[in-house]
């Protein structure tokens, strides 16, 4: 089994940045991407940013230029920054890790944008 755990989540007004941090620990034997999805109230989940073992990235159009993803391949965690934040990003934000025997994810963390 695959642990994924996010944190930094949290309330920020508009303008503002977070930073979410998302740790695996466990079974992996190789991590194939990584990536964050998000999940607005009343929505459906959405892919947000993706990061492969390679270090190639991909972001939504909505976040590019505001969010950056990243990871630490010594640590098996990954990164979103999230900069000049909108209202829209409010969401419940989730970690996926792919590794070889399936994907997992975390529990989520909720961000809130407002003022």
């Known amino acids: 089994q695959v642990q994924v755990v996010e944190s930094g989540g949290g309330l920020v007004q508009p303008g503002g940045s977070l930073r979410l941090s998302c740790a695996a620990s466990?079974?992996?034997?190789?991590?194939?991407?990584m990536g964050w999805y998000r999940q607005p109230p009343g929505k459906q989940r959405e892919s947000v940013a993706i990061i492969t073992s390679g270090g190639t990235t991909n972001h939504v159009d909505s976040v590019k230029g505001r969010f950056t993803i990243s990871r630490d391949n010594t640590k098996n965690t990954v990164y979103l920054q999230m900069n000049s934040l909108k209202p829209e990003d409010t969401a419940v934000y989730y970690c996926?890790?792919?590794?070889?025997?399936?994907?997992?994810w975390g529990q989520g963390t909720q961000v809130t944008v407002s003022s």
């Open positions: 996926n890790v792919k590794v070889v025997i399936g994907d997992f």
């Open positions: 466990g079974s992996i034997y190789r991590i194939n991407s």
